[in-house]
């Protein structure tokens, strides 16, 4: 206001004016949306909410969906499923209910679980009339995902959470089955009901629709091959032409036809020649085409339905099956077809018209409800078959003793054991969809923190991973505030595999009624009004709401202005997307699930609509991100919708046309890339490596790691919080879950021990606690019961005799105590099993202690390494056997050959440890703890280390944590580099970051200035201890007497083949001789002369025996590889007779 | 053998002396003498610290080694650790460390039993030998230290215990840095500034101010009233060469000129308050003799002559 008055009184001072009245470009600090997004939705929203709508919504629908079970015998006899929910997490031990906290469940191996409860009506005696109720009946157990609404946790604080045992940072999302951690993980797809166009292997253009409804699933494929279009559907023998479908249809005119797909010239002159191969074929009615289609129907090997009307049901139920037909009405379905047509006519005139199948707009992600439900349904449909059947069966018997009660025969098992058994294996198999995945589980990576949202967030491609092709790999510019640029693995699934960045949102679907019939209230003229030649008017725009074409509009973008305002106003649902297509001449609106979208702010002609007050009032607490949503500030915009925006990165590059403006922008970085400091000053796939590095490195796992019984735990002694920090480490928890300490490095050479990204470390400083880590090993053990009611027992030890030294650790119950120190080979359970199992016992008042046989488990673990008993759980499992747990910890402290990593994809092993008064020193008394080769630095150029290592020297002197936010230098999330060398010379340092050392073994000054300070590494698991192997003599494998393979079997080192190679070209025959023979399988064998067979030798006689000669005269000995003699047998035996020729040597 | 006589008589003049801070300057000799003082400081002068722990009850949520590793880094007074024995060449208990000679016994017993947590710290140790006792920080400074409650080991919640005995015994720093006694010894070679007065004169009061300005540390000043161009502190001189960098660019080479003394080193010790700055110091010329008299036992030895030709007979004081 104060402007405009203002205005005023300038105006004669011949100031401009436009340039006064334009709006104030106040820079506010949206920053703190961040936050309260987390806050509201959390790191894994995407899983919660899709589960939280399956719980809700989509149970009730399948379940109202298949309401009925009806008898086929006689009809009166029904059940129907009135209701349905999901109740409290429990399980019921002994009859009695008891409830379940997930930790508990992780704890004794079972499963995570809730009933589903639903309420029945059945009329159980064919008799009688009355309809019985029946409420709560369960029928079967629902896996709970953490965190959802139905779970135990859902809205507890932090002190509730820690009485329940579960950490607090958690996020959630996943399944706990039989104790192990499951995440169903995101799946990508291509969007369902939507056509695209796109070029098939040979070069032709086709329009595909990959329908999908409730009822069936179908591929529609409409192609271009030699002039002439066709349709492909997996129902007919061959290819169709295109022409006869939309005859059969009931488009008898092929005027129509051209005219629904618009009277360009140049759309008839390519339609033409289908016309005419149409009326070659003789097809001019609506009958004639049907004859035809009917003789292209394939036969069913059991033909069921009756096989006249057949082509007309695949056209109505299964052709474009998204598109329904009610009652013969198939106009709307020839209309689509049109469409189809025309636009792949528009891509076969320009090719720009084409669909990208990498576009992340065609994508869908499934998330855990979604499959879920998929699962849920066919067992449901299953269960309630077998109800069916067995009712039938009963009701089929002339005689029935009891009262015949139709909701006993509710199975609930086939339920809970089928969601279990999908959710731990990971196979969903659902036989109506033919559909047959493997993987679509994991067990949660529990490696470090950040490795576990990481999995969270991850993505699993459609493709398979062998497929060698660049486009669904590269990097899609769509993907923008979407999915992270920088994390996807490297190798076979690099680019594949994605994950979602910080802020995005999965959808959920949302029902489509209410927007169908406020399109129509907003002026879209129905379709079934309109005539074909009206459908692509030069100035109309179809509407089409999930791929389903409503109809047509003349002022599109009014309309899409009106939809989108009623959005902002919470009209219709937040995640409803409103896309206008110049191109196509389309409005898309999308409603349906899987969608990915993002919230950014609004702005009106270049000016937000959030100001400065209200990011007061959400500091004060008076609003929150919901509410910013309500009062229609910000939106959540999905791909395709954002191709009709401008969005600004910042506020003051805002232009008037600019419609949004971005949150913030380090946003488009996911949870793994944004603990990278400076990412945006690093090449880039050093940012992917660290992504990938950052999931190894050990560190906290969870306030709850020390409760948790996993089968290896990785944990750092004394984990950091990193001094260069960025504020996705503070939103993400990574400052109070750190994985990694500071360390001071000095960037230069020593000792030649560091070449190759070696690094060089102070011995002092690992004696201080720098690398530590404690490793945790699970063991575990059962004692038995078996099916003549004996069981295995666990007895005292003895402590005198054989075998006592390696009991020396078990208490008096059989089993170590916590706390003892465990030796390899030495005893921890001291359990004996009955030598008979099975078959009667043999002395009825119980075994005496000869009827058992020592069953000692014994701890394998390295050789000279002493371990402690860290735990010691007894549990029952599922079979009511007794389950003993051991976690077995062993401290390490950092050694030669341990790998290290800074935050940069810069990993290295430790070269040597050097002692600390040999290390250079500063005249400050400053020794650094590690010491970096600098030639790692010119050819990875991550610049960023160079600055995390300034931003962090700063941090430590000032006493300030440094920021370096991605992209943060403008928004002020990043310290600049002038402003940290300003800080470095405020302390008294120089302002490059270098300092003048002295050498410790000398005591001169070292020849240049050395880059010294702190930088955040990493300690990964790869750890000497656990890979190093050698050996002399040991084992070998039975069959081929050749000495094991791999380090758990204590194997041998192979002479592979290349090796052999060098040797041979070498000419080092007797060495080849040594190591594939001598030292591998020799063997002696007796070979006949004569025969060129193998004999054998006869100790009575002292010689060898040809057993096809039935003499010993012409034998010979010789030296053969095991694995060669076995050859030759096995030939043999195959009726292949390799013969020996021996000659003199 | 009658050559030249290399010895020189290096002189020690002490600038700072605190309990646990000293800062002195080593004048007329050389790095590697420097040097070897600064590395004998580091990891040769013996100490006492916790070696040996028997944990009888721990349910605090640390784990055993983990405090066995803590309670080793606690520094414990160790103005007997030149007197005692190692215990692995003591003949007194034949080094399994448990006799006065070579070792000190520790207990620690506590509990909550509150709903407050208890901190466990350095000073729950309980010693058996009055001169052995964990380092108490809270007298030397000034500060007020009613919260001062030592080094903590672990924190407890009610019902959480600890009982252990630990056996400390005396060891170098070489073995393990919980047995070094220096928090840091660093040396530095006093600058030796020369400013070209005469060019100086003929700047002007801007120039001299961009000159002082241009050095991280206050190295030098421009006198306020006279305007005199004039080294504040030498010392503080990192040898960074900014200055000169500076001089460089405003086209005066050679108007400073900063060398180091080659025979003058400042020493900064501090210790972690196991023996006393002074002692340290001491006791690392103590060690470094008794290393030398190693070498010069086998003095009158051809062997040792053939061995350290030249280092033999200025060994011998030639």
């Not at chain 1, 929150?624 to 600004?648: H, K, M, Q, T, W």
């Not at chain 1, 946003?667 to 603990?675: E, F, N, S, W, Y």
């Amino acid at each position: 206001m104060t402007v405009q008055e203002g205005n005023n009184d300038t105006n004669e001072l011949g100031i401009d004016k436009s340039f006064l009245a334009a709006p104030i470009k106040s820079a506010v600090d949206k920053f703190q949306l961040l936050p309260e997004f987390l806050k509201v939705r959390g790191l894994v929203k995407q899983h919660l909410d899709s589960f939280n709508y399956f719980v809700s919504t989509e149970i009730k629908k399948i379940v109202f969906a298949n309401e009925w079970i009806r008898s086929k015998v006689d009809e009166r006899v029904y059940l129907r499923y009135s209701d349905v929910r999901i109740g409290e997490p429990s399980m019921i031990i002994d009859g009695v209910t008891e409830k379940l906290t997930p930790h508990k469940c992780r704890l004794s191996d079972t499963t995570y679980a809730a009933p589903i409860f639903v309420n029945i009506e059945y009329r159980g005696q064919s008799q009688s009339t009355e309809t019985l109720k029946k409420k709560d009946v369960i029928i079967g157990r629902m896996p709970i995902m953490l965190r959802s609404k139905t779970c135990v946790l859902y809205k507890k604080d932090e002190e509730e959470l820690a009485s329940l045992g579960e950490c607090p940072l958690d996020p959630g999302g996943y399944f706990i089955i039989k104790g192990t951690e499951k995440v169903i993980l995101i799946q990508e797809q291509l969007s369902k009901n939507r056509i695209i166009i796109d070029i098939d292997k040979k070069g032709c253009v086709q329009a595909s629709v990959t329908s999908s409804t409730a009822m069936t699933k179908s591929k529609t494929v409409i192609k271009m091959e030699k002039e002439k279009i066709y349709l492909y559907l997996n129902q007919f023998k061959s290819k169709v032409p295109i022409m006869v479908v939309m005859k059969a249809m009931g488009m008898e005119s092929d005027q129509e036809v051209v005219q629904m797909i618009g009277r360009d010239p140049r759309y008839s002159a390519l339609l033409l020649p289908s016309i005419e191969e149409c009326a070659k074929a003789n097809v001019y009615t609506q009958q004639q085409a049907l004859d035809y289609l009917e003789k292209q129907v394939k036969q069913l090997p059991y033909p069921s339905a009756p096989v006249e009307k057949r082509a007309l049901s695949i056209l109505a139920d299964i052709f474009i099956a998204n598109i329904p037909v009610r009652q013969q009405n198939f106009r709307s379905k020839c209309i689509y077809v049109a469409v189809m047509l025309r636009r792949m006519m528009e891509a076969l005139l320009n090719k720009d018209a084409m669909d990208d199948k990498d576009y992340v707009g065609n994508k869908r992600l499934e998330l855990s409800g979604q499959m879920l439900s998929l699962l849920f349904e066919d067992l449901f449909k299953t269960m309630n078959d077998e109800v069916r059947k067995t009712i039938d069966a009963i009701l089929d018997k002339p005689s029935r003793s009891s009262r015949f009660d139709i909701s006993q025969y509710i199975v609930k098992d086939s339920i809970t054991v089928g969601l279990e058994r999908s959710l731990s294996t990971g196979n969903w198999d659902v036989k109506r969809f033919r559909m047959h995945r493997k993987g679509m589980t994991q067990v949660v990576a529990r490696l470090s923190y950040i490795g576990t949202l990481g999995h969270m967030t991850k993505i699993s491609p459609q493709f398979e991973k062998s497929r060698k092709v660049s486009g669904p790999r590269a990097l899609q510019p769509s993907q923008w505030g979407m999915l992270c640029p920088c994390d996807t693995p490297e190798g076979e699934a690099c680019g594949l595999v994605k994950n979602l960045a910080l802020m995005t949102h999965v959808t959920t679907d949302e029902e489509e009624g209410p927007i169908v019939s406020l399109c129509y209230c907003l002026g879209v003229e129905d379709l079934e009004l309109l005539s074909g030649e009206e459908l692509h008017m030069p100035n109309s725009f179809l509407i089409i709401l999930n791929g389903l074409i409503l109809g047509k509009h003349r002022k599109p973008q009014r309309f899409a202005n009106a939809m989108r305002k009623l959005r902002r106003a919470g009209k219709i649902g937040e995640f409803v997307s409103i896309y206008v297509n110049e191109t196509q001449r389309c409005v898309y609106i999308a409603s349906d699930g899987g969608r990915v979208c993002r919230p950014l702010v609004i702005a009106d002609k270049g000016v937000s609509r959030i100001k400065e007050h209200h990011m007061k009032e959400l500091k004060d607490g008076v609003r929150n991100f919901d509410s910013f949503l309500r009062e229609g500030l910000i939106e959540y915009l999905d791909v395709n919708e954002e191709n009709n925006a401008l969005i600004a990165l910042y506020e003051s590059e805002a232009t008037p046309e600019t419609t949004h403006i971005e949150i913030e922008p380090l946003t488009i970085l996911g949870v793994c890339a944004g603990l990278i400091p400076f990412p945006h000053h690093n090449q880039s796939p050093r940012n992917t490596y660290q992504c990938a590095m950052g999931k190894q490195a050990m560190g906290n796992i969870a306030y709850n790691e020390l409760c948790r019984m996993d089968t290896l735990i990785y944990l750092l002694v004394y984990p950091q919080r990193p001094l260069l920090t960025t504020k996705t480490i503070e939103l993400v928890g990574y400052d109070k879950l750190g994985a990694g300490q500071n360390a001071t490095v000095a960037v230069m050479s020593y000792s030649g021990y560091d070449i190759e990204d070696a690094i060089v470390m102070n011995k002092s400083s690992l004696d201080r606690g720098f690398g530590r880590c404690i490793v945790m090993k699970k063991m575990s053990a059962i004692s038995q019961k078996y099916e003549n009611g004996t069981s295995d027992r666990i007895i005292r030890p003895q402590r005198q005799g054989y075998d006592a030294e390696r009991m020396q650790i078990l208490d008096d119950d059989g089993l170590a105590a916590p706390g003892e120190i465990i030796r390899p080979h030495d005893i921890y359970i001291n359990k004996e099993s009955p030598k008979v199992i099975r078959g009667p016992v043999t002395s009825p008042a119980g075994l005496s202690d000869s009827d058992y046989k020592p069953s000692k488990q014994t701890y394998k673990g390295p050789e000279g390494e002493t371990a402690v008993v860290d735990r010691v759980a007894l549990c029952s499992d599922k079979n009511n056997n007794l389950c003993i747990k051991y976690m077995i910890r062993h401290t390490r402290r950092p050694e030669v050959g341990d790998k290290f990593s800074s935050r940069h994809g810069q990993k290295g092993v430790c070269g040597t440890i050097v002692q600390q008064e040999d290390f250079p020193f500063s005249e400050r008394g400053i020794c650094p703890d590690l010491i970096m080769n600098p030639h790692g630095f010119p050819s990875r150029m991550t610049v960023g280390k160079m600055i995390e290592l300034l931003g962090s020297k700063a941090g430590v002197s000032s006493g300030r944590f440094h920021y370096g936010s991605a992209f943060g230098e403008p928004s002020g999330h990043a310290d600049t580099v002038e402003a940290i060398s300003e800080t470095l010379v405020n302390h008294g340092f120089s302002y490059n970051g270098k300092d003048f050392l002295y050498s410790g073994i000398t005591g001169m000054p070292l020849q240049a200035y050395i880059y010294m300070g702190p930088i955040y590494y990493q300690k990964l698991k790869h750890m000497v201890l656990d890979k190093m192997h050698a050996r002399g003599s040991g084992p070998r494998v039975m069959i081929t007497r050749q000495p094991t393979e791999g380090r758990s079997r204590n194997g041998g080192l192979r002479v592979g083949e290349m090796e052999r190679d060098c040797l041979i070209a070498y000419g080092a025959s007797m060495l080849i001789y040594e190591r594939l023979m001598i030292s591998s399988d020799p063997f002696e064998v007796q070979v006949c002369r004569k025969c060129g067979l193998l004999g054998y030798y006869n100790y009575k006689l002292k010689k060898g025996i040809c057993s096809t000669c039935k003499n010993g005269d012409n034998i010979s000995t010789m030296k053969l590889p095991y694995a060669c003699k076995l050859l030759i047998q096995e030939l043999q035996s195959m009726n292949i007779v390799p013969r020996l020729k021996l000659t003199a040597a | 053998m009658d050559g030249v006589s290399y010895q020189r008589f290096p002189r020690v003049k002490i600038r700072e002396l605190k309990d646990d801070f000293a800062k002195f300057e080593l004048r007329d000799t050389d790095a590697s003498i420097a040097n070897a003082l600064r590395r004998v400081m580091i990891a040769e002068v013996p100490t006492v610290a916790i070696d040996l722990v028997e944990i009888e009850v721990n349910s605090s949520v640390l784990n055993d080694e983990f405090i066995a590793h803590r309670l080793g880094l606690i520094p414990l007074t160790s103005g007997r650790a030149m007197s005692m024995r190692f215990s692995r060449d003591c003949d007194a208990c034949d080094g399994d460390g448990q006799c006065d000679y070579c070792s000190v016994e520790f207990h620690l017993r506590a509990k909550c039993i509150n709903d407050q947590t208890l901190d466990v710290t350095s000073k729950d140790l309980i010693s058996a030998d009055p001169s052995v006792v964990p380092v108490d920080f809270s007298d030397s400074s000034g500060f007020d230290n009613s919260e001062n409650r030592g080094i903590i080991i672990v924190k407890l919640r009610r019902g959480q215990e600890l009982h252990l005995r630990a056996i400390a015994r005396k060891g170098i720093g070489k073995d393990h840095a919980k047995w070094s006694p220096a928090a840091t010894v660093t040396f530095m070679y006093e600058p030796d500034i020369y400013i070209n007065e005469e060019m100086m004169e003929r700047l002007s009061l801007e120039q001299k101010r961009s000159i002082v300005d241009s050095s991280p540390t206050r190295v030098f000043d421009v006198d306020e009233k006279t305007g005199q161009f004039v080294v504040v502190d030498a010392e503080a001189y990192t040898y960074d060469d900014e200055v000169l960098k500076k001089c460089e660019s405003m086209n005066l080479p050679g108007l400073i000129e900063i060398r180091p003394k080659e025979d003058s080193f400042i020493f900064t010790v501090e210790t972690t308050g196991a023996v006393k700055a002074s002692q340290l110091v001491l006791n690392a010329i103590d060690i470094l003799k008794q290393k030398l008299d190693a070498v010069r036992l086998s003095d009158d030895t051809v062997e040792a002559d053939d061995q350290f030709g030249e280092l033999g007979a200025h060994m011998r004081g030639g």
